[in-house]
Nanobody
Framework: QVQLVESGGGLVQPGGSLRLSCAAS????????MGWYRQAPGKQRELVAD???????NYADSVRGRFTISRDNAKNTVYLQMNSLKPEDTAVYYC??????????????????WGQGTQVTVSR
């Protein structure tokens, strides 16, 4: 019913920047929290940052001051601006959204929806 499509990952040198985007599409009624998680090899998936529909943000300690999350509610899109990247930021980044969608006889949810993931590699 709902798809999340991420873009913007890639290879960058330490100290560099990347901007991730995630667009939600489908029979969306509303989206509450949107966020970014990441998973490095051999580690558990962890929250990077999230943002409510009203704009309240939450960051992991490891990225606070370097990453900025934002969203465009009209476009159902969330962004993650990543500056001063470090090798330890290397991971697959996943978009997440709490989505209520239109169904056959009303609305359903909210449900946790995930993107397919985008690789971010910070290396010389």
């Amino acid at each position: 019913q709902v798809q999340l499509v991420e873009s913007g990952g890639g290879l960058v040198q330490p100290g560099g920047s990347l901007r991730l985007s995630c667009a939600a599409s489908g029979r969306i009624f509303s989206i509450n929290v949107m966020g970014w998680y990441r998973q490095a090899p051999g580690k558990q998936r962890e929250l990077v940052a999230d943002i409510s529909s009203g704009g309240s943000t939450n960051y992991a300690d490891s990225v606070r001051g370097r990453f900025t999350i934002s969203r465009d509610n009209a476009k159902n899109t969330v962004y993650l601006q990543m500056n001063s990247l470090k090798p330890e930021d290397t991971a697959v980044y996943y978009c997440n959204a709490h989505v209520t969608y239109w169904g056959g006889s009303g609305t359903y949810g909210p449900y946790d929806c995930w993107g397919q993931g985008t690789q971010v590699t910070v290396s010389r």
